[in-house]
């Protein structure tokens, strides 16, 4: 069938025999009743001279498909056989039209991906043409290798009642005799009611391509593969311009920033159980890679006495929230000594401060020393249990006004360790601190179920020896000496030169240069007044009858067990909190993180669920009234400009 239809093109573009118009031969006969109407006009191009097959001597449009057919020169007497030619079967016409119906309907607009590609120069998408030849530049031209009517063959269906010998009914035609090959023709560019204008290419490779009826088109595996890629976990919803998350992987997707997770990797159970290095371990190494790539957490550790008073700050984001740090931190660990009689409230308004990205891990409290740890709450899933241990430094032990309070748990492969404390107070009693210090490190019995990360290097007479870092911290009560008219005579200076001259008098800062407190312990550089002692409410120092002496009373140690793990980054005090005689410190840390073991009793996501929920409330409700307030103050201002 295929080589009788080119038959057709050379037999009409030769001059027409005797007696052709009168009595129509049998070739003719079975060519019309292959192309059915035939002697109807045909369309033509726009610009070009209408062509009727009818005429004359003029030439039909040739098919330029360079199909393997050779014109027959037999006897057409010899093929008289009677018989009725018939037009393709429907399902095959069906087949070829369906095909770029789908085509339009999967249709899609270009992902991010894809627009940061074509932003590179390279193209989103590729036909089967394009594939082997570039595309030129202009589509204005007629094809040289196709007839006008070939171009102008229709891509969707007409009214069913549109005449015989319609551009329709001609375009289905031969779309039915040759299949999958003008398949490629009708993939592109199709629209209901219109024809389809076909990029120039040259005639070889069109000719080797419409040859291959039965080549998979990659345009159609493009699309099964991108079917299949939306089965896959990933994240690129990043629109062009935007940096690539730093959990991105190998995965494509548009709706998710989390790290996709492997099938393989569920499936696998082979790891060993606490090992350091398996794949798929919660406290492993490439959990930790995830989250901190490059090992460094960073740790927010406050401490403030707050002499009891009943009367909190309106607002703590200058404690925990300092403009000096562009970022939250990891973890928080706030201590409090002298605390407010409702210490549920207290841990409330940290809660709500930091907001519905962290959570309480953890809160214990001795007497009115309060300790609060708050985590950001993607982070909970890879602490061990929370421990805590207390110990009474006064001589009448249910007075727990001093004393201290432990607190530790292994975050990842690091333990960690938290002290607050509250030494005796007073000008002269540098020794009765001394043996708070020292009571507190033999009596805090810390840790108790979960196991030492390096026991090895472990003081049974030292607490602080057993944790890779510690950090202690609280109203240590050590004085400022030489009274208060020279401390007084310092303060008049330049800060600089005033704070370096003010510790020179430090009593901690002397003890520990003797070794007799905190050993092996460290504190940032001092760069703020001293803490104590204010008027309540003011900035002046003591102003009462006892003139107390300013000093340094509220400090920050840390100790790592290996050198370089700890880096503090901010040593400060908050000066716009004025509540207390004392003012909050804290200071912002680095720490190095290592990997750790599955076999150890893990807190497995445990956090104040009801504290949770309380902060939330207070953040909306205090959101609604700052809304209502605003509100309120532009409505009255309309009234007194009217």
């Given at each position: 069938?295929?080589?009788?239809?080119?038959g057709?093109?050379?037999?009409?573009?030769?001059?027409?025999q005797?007696?052709?118009?009168?009595?129509?031969?049998p070739?003719?006969?079975?060519?019309?009743g292959?192309?059915?109407?035939?002697?109807?006009?045909?369309?033509?191009?726009?610009?070009?001279?209408?062509?009727?097959?009818?005429?004359?001597?003029?030439?039909?449009?040739?098919l330029?498909?360079?199909?393997?057919?050779?014109?027959?020169?037999?006897?057409?007497?010899?093929?008289?056989?009677?018989?009725?030619?018939?037009?393709?079967?429907?399902?095959?016409?069906?087949?070829?039209?369906?095909?770029?119906?789908?085509?339009?309907?999967?249709?899609?607009?270009?992902?991010s991906?894809?627009?940061?590609?074509?932003?590179?120069?390279?193209?989103?998408?590729?036909?089967?043409?394009?594939?082997?030849?570039?595309?030129?530049?202009?589509?204005?031209?007629?094809?040289?290798c196709?007839?006008?009517?070939?171009?102008?063959?229709?891509?969707?269906?007409?009214?069913?009642?549109?005449?015989?010998?319609?551009?329709?009914?001609?375009?289905?035609?031969?779309?039915?005799?040759?299949?999958?090959?003008?398949?490629?023709?009708?993939?592109?560019?199709?629209?209901?009611?219109?024809?389809?204008?076909?990029?120039?290419?040259?005639?070889?490779?069109?000719?080797?391509?419409?040859?291959?009826a039965?080549?998979?088109?990659?345009?159609?595996?493009d699309?099964?593969?991108?079917?299949?890629?939306?089965?896959?976990?990933?994240?690129?919803?990043?629109?062009?311009?935007?940096?690539?998350?730093?959990?991105?992987?190998?995965?494509?997707?548009?709706?998710?920033?989390?790290?996709?997770?492997?099938?393989?990797?569920?499936?696998?159970?082979?790891?060993?159980e606490?090992?350091?290095?398996?794949?798929?371990?919660?406290?492993?190494?490439?959990?930790?890679?995830?989250?901190?790539?490059?090992?460094?957490?960073?740790?927010?550790?406050?401490?403030?006495?707050?002499?009891?008073?009943?009367?909190?700050?309106?607002?703590?984001?200058?404690?925990?929230?300092?403009?000096e740090?562009?970022?939250?931190?990891?973890?928080?660990?706030?201590?409090?000594?002298?605390?407010?009689s409702?210490?549920?409230?207290?841990?409330t308004?940290?809660?709500?401060?930091?907001?519905?990205?962290?959570?309480?891990?953890?809160?214990?409290?001795?007497?009115?020393?309060?300790?609060?740890?708050?985590?950001?709450?993607?982070?909970i899933?890879?602490?061990?249990?929370?421990?805590?241990?207390?110990?009474?430094?006064?001589?009448?032990?249910?007075?727990?006004?001093?004393?201290?309070?432990?607190?530790?748990?292994?975050?990842?492969?690091?333990?960690?360790?938290?002290?607050?404390?509250?030494?005796?107070?007073?000008?002269?009693k540098?020794?009765?601190r001394?043996?708070?210090?020292?009571?507190?490190?033999?009596?805090?019995?810390?840790?108790?179920?979960?196991?030492?990360?390096?026991?090895?290097?472990?003081?049974?007479?030292?607490?602080?020896?057993?944790?890779?870092?510690?950090?202690?911290?609280?109203?240590?009560?050590?004085?400022?000496?030489?009274?208060?008219?020279?401390?007084?005579?310092?303060?008049?200076?330049?800060?600089?030169?005033?704070v370096?001259?003010l510790?020179?008098?430090?009593?901690?800062?002397?003890?520990?240069?003797k070794?007799?407190?905190?050993?092996?312990?460290?504190?940032?550089?001092?760069?703020?007044?001293?803490?104590?002692?204010?008027?309540?409410?003011?900035?002046?120092?003591?102003?009462?009858?006892?003139?107390?002496?300013?000093?340094?009373?509220?400090?920050?140690?840390?100790?790592?067990?290996?050198?370089g793990?700890?880096?503090?980054?901010?040593?400060?005090?908050?000066?716009?909190?004025?509540?207390?005689?004392?003012?909050?410190?804290?200071?912002?840390?680095?720490?190095?993180?290592?990997?750790?073991?599955?076999?150890?009793?893990?807190?497995?996501?445990?956090?104040?669920?009801e504290?949770?929920?309380?902060?939330?409330?207070?953040?909306?409700?205090?959101?609604?009234?700052?809304?209502?307030?605003?509100?309120?103050?532009?409505?009255?201002?309309?009234?007194?400009?009217?």
């Amino acid at each position: 069938m295929p080589s009788k239809l080119v038959g057709l093109g050379h037999s009409e573009a030769s001059p027409p025999q005797p007696g052709a118009q009168g009595h129509p031969q049998p070739e003719d006969r079975m060519l019309k009743g292959q192309l059915p109407n035939a002697g109807k006009d045909l369309p033509a191009h726009p610009g070009s001279p209408p062509t009727n097959i009818a005429q004359g001597p003029e030439k039909s449009p040739v098919l330029p498909l360079n199909l393997p057919a050779q014109i027959s020169n037999e006897d057409p007497q010899a093929k008289a056989t009677p018989f009725t030619p018939k037009p393709p079967t429907r399902p095959r016409l069906e087949r070829a039209l369906s095909l770029d119906e789908k085509a339009w309907r999967r249709r899609r607009f270009r992902t991010s991906h894809e627009d940061l590609a074509a932003h590179g120069g390279a193209s989103p998408s590729r036909g089967s043409l394009q594939d082997e030849v570039p595309r030129p530049p202009t589509h204005t031209d007629s094809p040289p290798c196709l007839s006008t009517s070939l171009q102008e063959i229709p891509t969707s269906r007409r009214a069913q009642g549109s005449t015989g010998g319609s551009p329709s009914s001609w375009g289905h035609c031969i779309s039915g005799m040759l299949s999958t090959s003008l398949d490629l023709l009708h993939r592109d560019r199709a629209s209901a009611g219109s024809t389809a204008r076909l990029p120039a290419v040259d005639q070889k490779v069109a000719s080797h391509s419409l040859r291959s009826a039965d080549r998979v088109d990659p345009g159609q595996a493009d699309c099964k593969s991108r079917l299949q890629s939306r089965l896959l976990r990933a994240h690129s919803g990043l629109g062009p311009g935007r940096p690539p998350s730093p959990l991105a992987c190998d995965a494509k997707s548009s709706f998710s920033l989390l790290a996709p997770i492997r099938t393989k990797d569920v499936r696998s159970r082979s790891y060993l159980e606490g090992s350091l290095l398996a794949s798929g371990a919660l406290m492993g190494a490439e959990e930790l890679a995830r989250y901190f790539p490059d090992r460094n957490m960073a740790l927010f550790v406050a401490t403030w006495n707050m002499q009891g008073q009943k009367e909190l700050p309106p607002n703590l984001d200058e404690l925990l929230l300092p403009a000096e740090a562009d970022y939250a931190q990891d973890l928080y660990v706030v201590g409090v000594q002298e605390g407010c009689s409702d210490r549920r409230e207290w841990e409330t308004r940290l809660q709500e401060t930091l907001g519905p990205h962290y959570v309480t891990l953890y809160s214990a409290a001795h007497g009115a020393l309060y300790m609060s740890v708050l985590i950001r709450r993607d982070l909970i899933w890879f602490c061990s249990e929370v421990e805590s241990s207390t110990v009474t430094t006064r001589i009448v032990s249910h007075i727990k006004t001093k004393g201290a309070l432990g607190v530790s748990f292994t975050f990842f492969g690091t333990s960690f360790l938290f002290i607050t404390s509250h030494f005796t107070s007073g000008d002269g009693k540098v020794n009765e601190r001394l043996l708070d210090y020292s009571r507190t490190v033999q009596g805090l019995a810390l840790p108790k179920s979960v196991p030492d990360t390096s026991p090895y290097r472990s003081d049974a007479a030292d607490v602080t020896t057993r944790f890779d870092g510690v950090f202690w911290f609280g109203d240590f009560n050590f004085r400022l000496s030489g009274g208060r008219v020279a401390v007084e005579a310092i303060l008049k200076q330049d800060l600089g030169e005033k704070v370096s001259a003010l510790l020179q008098h430090d009593q901690l800062t002397q003890e520990m240069r003797k070794g007799s407190i905190f050993k092996g312990f460290q504190e940032p550089d001092i760069h703020f007044l001293p803490s104590y002692k204010f008027d309540v409410g003011k900035d002046s120092y003591d102003t009462t009858s006892k003139q107390r002496t300013p000093s340094y009373t509220d400090r920050v140690m840390y100790r790592s067990r290996h050198k370089g793990d700890i880096c503090p980054v901010k040593y400060s005090s908050c000066s716009g909190i004025r509540t207390s005689d004392h003012r909050p410190v804290y200071g912002l840390f680095r720490v190095k993180v290592r990997p750790g073991r599955d076999n150890i009793p893990l807190a497995a996501g445990k956090f104040d669920r009801e504290l949770y929920l309380i902060g939330i409330k207070r953040r909306i409700s205090k959101e609604i009234q700052r809304q209502q307030a605003l509100k309120n103050q532009h409505s009255s201002t309309i009234c007194t400009v009217s």
